[in-house]
């Protein structure tokens, strides 16, 4: 029997991309018929006609399965909610607007043969991003390998192929945070990283500005770090020790010399100083408590409005037997 793969496909209001995507995805899987394919798409409730178009697509294609999201949830629930309908026994996240190259699946694969749970995508190339956005990631990366204890490759997307046990593995952390880079490191597993050239997306509009991104690295840190939370005890104590010393210092000053009552600026630049320090780590730990408040709720990741599996006989047969399992355990 032939192994099945699934190609998990986030799309938020991609109608531009989408038939282009599914022909160039067609030509790597048609060229790759060693393998039985299932393409997942998961619709994070776009805007414009992505579902319609999806559908139309199933007509044609026995090998697609569609999600459909009640809303829009982000891209990090769209793609669990993808790895979690996959069936393949190798599941391979990419995005919809051909900035990760399709033909890359193929070396994916060898390493997956190779003994690898998981390949990677490096690029070393950004085509079409600001310098801004590269320094910025850049950095990002740098300070969080520095502060937390999972090591995320620089450079490095979504674009992937894991191994069932890994998504398996991935599929049990619940956290509604959900920073991906950083679950996908922390799973472990051997990786191989394969390098390419990131090109400009085909069509459409990123969907990222850097609001969204600051507000990504922060998901980030918090998620896989308490670092912030420890300097303002240490800066805390540092601040002390010097208030110790000042205050002893002006004090001998005044009981020697006496003093009259200058220093006003000194009074009020202090006190904001500190005031200032101290709602920034207020601000700290809010974060730290609003992700807690999130998380307590418990609430489901996403909602599911509509699943249709794939037609082909693979996919169907796995989908049955996972109904007959599932109906044995209740
Ligand atoms: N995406 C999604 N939900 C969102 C935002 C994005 O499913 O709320 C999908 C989008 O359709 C695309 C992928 O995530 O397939 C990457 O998005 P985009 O290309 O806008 O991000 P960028 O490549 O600029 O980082
Ligand atoms: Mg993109």
Redesign the pocket.
Known sequence: MKKLISIV??????EQVLPLFHVRIDQVITSLDCYDWEIVF?N??SKDGTQRLIEELQTRDPRISSVNLSR????EP??TAGLEHARGDAVVVI???L?DPPELIEQFLQAWEDGFDIAYAVRTHRDG?TWLKKATAARFYRVMGKVSNVQIPADT??YRLMSRRTVDALLKLREHHRFMKGLFAWVGFPSKAIEYRRYP?AA?????NYWKLWNFALEGITSFTIAPLKVATYLGILISMFAFFAGTWITLKTLLRGDPVPGYPTLIVTMLFLGGVQLLFIGILGEYLGRIYNETKNRPLYLVQQYRPATSATVAERVQHQQLEHNRTQ
Request: hydrophobic share 30%; charged share 30%; proline share 4%.
């Open positions: 496909v986030p799309a938020y209001n991609e998961v994070d409730g829009n949830f982000g891209k769209a793609m995005d919809a607007d900035q991003e997307g979504d997306r459409g509009i990123t969907k990222f």
